[in-house]
């Protein structure tokens, strides 16, 4: 208890610091103009699940970060489906497109969330590489299915967020989930053939 009330006042305090930062900025006639982005790189076990701190367990509790935007004067808030599963790698194409940028690289991870489509249906990543507890994995996540692959281990975890907000039914040996487990599998090994094919291209302009 004691270890949640610390967390609950940390975030109390950078509640208040933002409150200052938004009246300085409208003090000085700079609000209307400003792109405000608000997040975090992770979140805290806090004792859920019998786990503190974080490390390479995907709960919700940890990869399920706030994203606040507040575009500045002139840009449509409307275009952008607040439903939507975001990554953070799509902040630095967003700000980018915002900033005026037209073209973006094509090997840019993330989408420009001012023209997503609300229909659009896509995957999003978490990744721990070789944590202290020598695990590597990735967790794919895809409407309410959120899935975690172990590299080298027979185990996995397939969750299905709507059924399971509580994350403690794992589908992974569901012989009825096996369509929705390939899809995602398939998905993260699409995503890190891009990465590894990204990275030689960089390199290769070196």
Not at 111 to 125: A, G, H, P
Request: with cysteine; proline share 3%.
């Amino acid at each position: 208890a004691q270890g949640r009330a610390h967390y609950y006042s940390m975030i109390g305090i950078i509640d208040k610091e933002l409150q200052r930062l938004w009246t300085e900025l409208e003090d000085r006639n700079l609000y209307d103009d400003t792109l405000i982005i608000v997040t975090s790189d992770h979140g805290e076990l806090l004792g859920d699940h019998g786990l503190w701190m974080k490390g390479p367990f995907h709960y919700e509790q940890l990869v399920k970060v706030p994203l606040i935007m507040k575009l500045p004067k002139g840009h449509e808030c409307s275009k952008i489906d607040t439903n939507q599963t975001v990554s953070l790698t799509d902040v630095t194409p967003t700000c980018l497109s915002i900033a005026g940028k037209a073209e973006l690289p094509d090997e840019m991870d993330g989408i420009d969330l001012t023209c997503s489509s609300k229909d659009q249906k896509r995957t999003v990543f978490v990744e721990t590489i070789q944590d202290w507890h020598a695990l590597n994995c990735t967790t794919a996540i895809s409407g309410n299915m959120k899935m975690t692959w172990y590299a080298n281990e027979d185990f996995g975890e397939l969750i299905d967020l709507e059924d399971d907000p509580f994350e403690v039914k794992n589908k992974w040996d569901d012989e009825g989930a096996r369509a929705v487990k390939m899809k995602l599998l398939s998905d993260i090994l699409n995503m890190k053939v891009k990465a590894t094919w990204s990275v030689k291209k960089r390199i290769s302009y070196a």
